[in-house]
């Protein structure tokens, strides 16, 4: 197994999401590799709800803002229109109580689970003097387990998401380990080059700004 080894010797690349990948030109594992992020999201500033409240005040702006909630009660799905699915829940942290709409995302019902502790990232709404979240990207706060504060935005295609394409790009990394490098190793140290395997890892999960 190596770096132009099929997209389906990773773990969850069956026929369907092979063909999904085909669409992108991904057809092995160094295509993957070398499908790049178009931008990253920087989820690692975490707000609290009264701060988000307050910067709206101050600015008037409704910047992307990571916010760490616990739901407040399990989400409950109901149609207000022939083809209009709502996914509703109230989720809270020490400064406050916001609320939280998935459109058309029913299946979601059984993720938001009282007590639970997610990150969250999107563009707020302040109204009526209350603080909204609609469909934002969420990642559950596990005990000892890091949350990347760099997350990446990858150009998509119907039948991938940014979890799956971050997921298999890990699952890839991992497989191939250290990458083999095209340059001798004097002509990168003269240069102050980086190896093609930090490169690739830190184009993908970059740790920091």
């Excluded at 132009?4 to 063909?19: N, Q, Y």
């Excluded at 400064?95 to 990232?121: H, M, P």
């Excluded at 394409?165 to 990458?179: F, M, S």
Aim: contains cysteine; charged residues 20%; proline residues 5%.
């Amino acid at each position: 197994m190596d770096m132009f080894s099929p997209v389906t010797v990773l773990r969850g690349v069956g026929e369907a999401k092979a063909k999904a990948f085909n669409k992108l030109g991904i057809f092995s594992i160094y295509d993957l590799l070398h499908h790049f992020p178009k931008a990253y999201q920087h989820r690692g500033a975490v707000s609290t709800i009264a701060e988000t409240v307050m910067k709206i005040k101050q600015t008037g702006e409704l910047a992307p803002t990571s916010l760490v909630l616990t739901v407040g009660n399990d989400a409950v799905t109901k149609m207000i229109r022939r083809g209009m699915v709502l996914t509703k829940f109230k989720a809270y942290d020490e400064s406050g109580v916001c609320e939280i709409t998935y459109f058309n995302q029913g299946y979601l019902k059984d993720t938001f689970k009282k007590g639970a502790t997610f990150r969250f990232w999107c563009r707020p709404t302040y109204e009526y003097g209350h603080l909204n979240l609609n469909s934002p990207a969420y990642e559950m706060c596990i005990p000892g387990r890091k949350l990347d504060a760099i997350v990446p935005v990858y150009p998509l295609t119907r039948g991938l998401t940014q979890k799956a394409i971050a997921a298999h790009v890990r699952d890839a990394l991992r497989i191939v380990g250290n990458i083999p490098e095209h340059l001798p190793a004097r002509i990168l140290i003269d240069n102050n080059v980086a190896s093609l395997s930090y490169a690739l890892k830190n184009i993908h999960f970059p740790e920091n700004l």
